[in-house]
């Protein structure tokens, strides 16, 4: 049982270029995030799925494109890298019902745009 | 909107010190209170968790009491150990935010033997 996978671990892209982040979980969680991690500031959501199929904007989606086209697997697309969007990116998951939505996460992607 | 506010860090302390973090929120009603800790290199995992006013959730000797009066969910823990170095989230889940959480800015413990 691998939890929640991320690849790449790191990527280097210039000014311009496009990318996709691919997110897998094996916990048959209906729900996944993807999150963006920058000092001082948290985490702050930049998209969500609450099933194959749907997704949704979270705080910060301008500039990423998501697709949840497998119900395991959750990308986040940059289509035109901006330096701004240098950050860590986690993806997480949990399942659809219960008290507390406990999220799972994966252990981040680093992107650095130059 | 729905907030939360970490202390400032990061927060340097010996091994057996006692360890406070404080977090208070602002939202409506009667949110989910949850501490998350990030171990170098990794990911977030849950540390422990609140669903109602006056409710302590504990883990690993680690302690928060959900406060409505004082908005606050502060985590404490009587002696930190080496091993318990790491980024520290506040965050919380609103009545109405679905499983959507919100987090604080993150606190970083470095524990010194």
């Known amino acids: 049982n691998a939890g929640v996978t991320q690849t790449p671990k790191f990527r280097v892209l210039k000014t311009g270029q496009s990318m996709t982040l691919l997110c897998a979980q094996d916990m048959n969680h209906e729900y996944m995030y993807w999150y963006r991690q920058d000092p001082g500031m948290g985490l702050r959501l930049i998209h969500y799925s609450v099933g194959e199929g749907t997704t949704a904007k979270g705080e910060v989606p301008d500039g990423y494109n998501v697709s949840r086209l497998k119900k395991q697997n959750f990308l986040l697309g940059l289509e035109s890298a901006a330096p701004s969007q240098t950050s860590v990116y986690f993806c997480?998951?949990?399942?659809?019902?219960?008290?507390?939505?406990?999220?799972?996460f994966g252990p981040g992607t680093r992107l650095t745009v130059t | 909107g729905n907030s939360v506010t970490q202390m400032e860090g990061p927060v340097t302390l010996s091994e057996e010190a006692f360890l406070t973090i404080n977090c208070t929120y602002t939202?409506?009603?009667?949110?989910?209170l949850f501490w998350y800790v990030q171990y170098p290199g990794e990911g977030l995992q849950l540390l422990l968790k609140?669903?109602?006013?006056?409710d302590k959730g504990s883990n690993k000797g680690f302690e928060a009491t959900y406060r409505k009066e004082t908005t606050s969910f502060h985590l404490e823990k009587d002696s930190v150990q080496v091993s318990d170095s790491a980024v520290y989230f506040c965050a919380l889940r609103g009545e109405t935010s679905g499983s959507r959480l919100t987090f604080g800015e993150g606190t970083q413990l470095t524990v010194n033997p």
């Open positions: 939202a409506t009603g009667y949110p989910s």
């Open positions: 609140a669903t109602k006013a006056d």
């Open positions: 997480a998951s949990s399942y659809s019902a219960g008290a507390t939505y406990e999220q799972y």
